[in-house]
């Protein structure tokens, strides 16, 4: 690749991502003004990320600027390292969800899961008693469950429905425990359960406890988490083939860097 192309190339990439990363630390400072405690949650890694993407990029745009080799190595390092953690990351997010996938019940359109199926890892962050406090308050806020009733109408729309992971495995008792619905958010729990599940005793129908305790809607979490996972790892296999095609090119604008070093 000539030395006018590689340059140019990663001059305006990185003063792209430049931008991109200075919308991120907005967003992240717009996040941590808002008031909402589960979104605050993600401020610091939001604008960590958007913080090293900056510092990344200014190197990288500076570097092939002044033609500086010197830049050049350090963005190209910096780059790897980059790489290497996308790598990681996306293999260990393919082993992680590769266990659960849900059971179907007879009549039901939806899915219902069960924790104990689910990876080591998932299992020891959600049965942590300060991660699934902090959860547990996200998902009341968040109102799905209350939002049922407004989305079914009916019994019979509510019975036909294909609920998300969440909502099977929190806003509703597991169906092995027999409570007979009587809307889209009370069931009759007068009946006596039929199965000996834990869950079943941990339903209630309160807005603030519905299933939140039990293990299935740790397992409806899990579940979630597992397709976001997956979104985010295949996500990163193309972030991976960009960011290698990038770094061939940043490679060679530091070899001509070196061959051709700035007189300024």
Request: proline content about 3%.
């Amino acid at each position: 690749m000539g030395v006018g192309t590689s340059t140019f190339v990663i001059r305006w990439i990185n003063f792209l991502t430049m931008l991109l990363s200075v919308a991120v630390i907005i967003f992240g400072i717009w996040m941590s003004t808002h008031h909402d405690g589960c979104r605050r949650s993600l401020t610091l890694p939001v604008l960590g990320l958007g913080a090293f993407i900056f510092v990344i990029s200014i190197i990288g745009f500076f570097g092939a600027l002044k033609n500086s080799s010197i830049l050049l190595w350090i963005y190209l390092i910096m780059l790897c390292f980059v790489l290497v953690g996308i790598l990681v990351f996306t293999v260990m997010a393919f082993i992680v969800t590769n266990n659960g996938s849900g059971h179907s019940v007879a009549g039901l359109r939806y899915k219902e899961y069960q924790l104990q199926e689910y990876h080591s890892w998932f299992l020891k962050q959600l049965n942590n008693t300060q991660n699934w406090k902090r959860l547990k308050s996200c998902l009341v806020k968040s109102e799905d469950c209350n939002n049922l009733l407004k989305k079914y109408k009916t019994l019979k729309q509510y019975k036909l429905a294909k609920l998300s992971p969440i909502e099977a495995g929190c806003c509703r008792p597991p169906s092995e425990c027999g409570y007979p619905a009587v809307n889209a958010s009370y069931y009759d729990l007068s009946f006596h359960p039929i199965s000996t599940s834990k869950d079943c005793k941990l339903y209630k129908n309160s807005r603030v406890t519905k299933c939140y305790n039990c293990d299935s809607c740790k397992a409806g979490v899990a579940q979630y988490m597992k397709i976001e996972w997956r979104v985010v790892a295949v996500f990163n296999i193309v972030l991976f083939v960009v960011l290698s095609m990038i770094y061939f090119v940043g490679c060679c604008a530091r070899r001509n860097a070196a061959q051709n070093p700035s007189k300024a």
